[in-house]
């Protein structure tokens, strides 16, 4: 009972705290309290047979990819994004192929608009895309809990189904 509460503990921060945090770069130190509470679990329970023995030693395997997923949210929400030069780049290479569409020498005016309009508004949508992946944790288009959240719920119908 004491490990589901300690797993409960650790999602129900990782929704509430984290996420909200790494949306701003940050992270949660509660996260990384109940993280360090789930070891001491850990480190407290002595398999006694060979099922508890195989069953440890899995979960012990889970715990570690657990604490690597969380390392690899922290650094991602922590990333700097497109470097400086990296845009200068990008918006030169856009400048230069917009350039470039009106060396084609289409005589009608309309269809050479058309065409160059076309051409920055795809690179415009491109360079969107970018910033808008830019931060994996905040906008519109953010990486949500939803696995956790899912736990969550998983804990509460195993809760109501224990208390019945």
């Given at each position: 009972?004491?490990?589901?509460?300690?797993?409960?503990?650790?999602?129900?921060?990782?929704?509430?705290?984290?996420?909200?945090?790494?949306?701003?770069?940050?992270?949660?130190?509660?996260?990384?309290?109940?993280?360090?509470?789930?070891?001491?679990?850990?480190?407290?329970?002595?398999?006694?047979?060979?099922?508890?023995?195989?069953?440890?030693?899995?979960?012990?395997?889970?715990?570690?990819?657990l604490g690597d997923?969380?390392?690899?949210?922290?650094?991602?929400?922590?990333?700097?994004?497109?470097?400086?030069?990296?845009?200068?780049?990008?918006?030169?290479?856009?400048?230069?192929?917009?350039?470039?569409?009106?060396?084609?020498?289409?005589?009608?005016?309309?269809?050479?608009?058309?065409?160059?309009?076309?051409?920055?508004?795809?690179?415009?949508?491109?360079?969107?895309?970018?910033?808008?992946?830019?931060?994996?944790?905040?906008?519109?288009?953010?990486?949500?809990?939803?696995?956790?959240?899912?736990?969550?719920?998983?804990?509460?119908?195993?809760?109501?189904?224990r208390f019945r």
């Amino acid at each position: 009972m004491e490990l589901e509460s300690r797993i409960r503990d650790y999602v129900q921060l990782a929704v509430e705290k984290e996420w909200p945090a790494m949306a701003e770069r940050k992270f949660s130190p509660e996260v990384w309290d109940a993280y360090i509470q789930l070891w001491r679990t850990y480190y407290q329970f002595a398999p006694g047979n060979d099922q508890e023995k195989i069953w440890y030693s899995q979960s012990l395997t889970k715990l570690n990819d657990l604490g690597d997923q969380r390392r690899m949210r922290l650094l991602t929400s922590r990333a700097g994004g497109v470097p400086v030069m990296m845009w200068v780049a990008l918006l030169g290479t856009g400048a230069v192929t917009i350039a470039f569409s009106f060396l084609f020498g289409i005589h009608n005016a309309t269809a050479q608009i058309i065409m160059s309009s076309g051409l920055a508004f795809t690179i415009a949508l491109v360079m969107l895309a970018i910033v808008a992946l830019e931060h994996p944790f905040a906008g519109i288009n953010r990486v949500s809990p939803q696995a956790f959240v899912q736990l969550e719920g998983v804990f509460k119908s195993l809760e109501a189904k224990r208390f019945r």
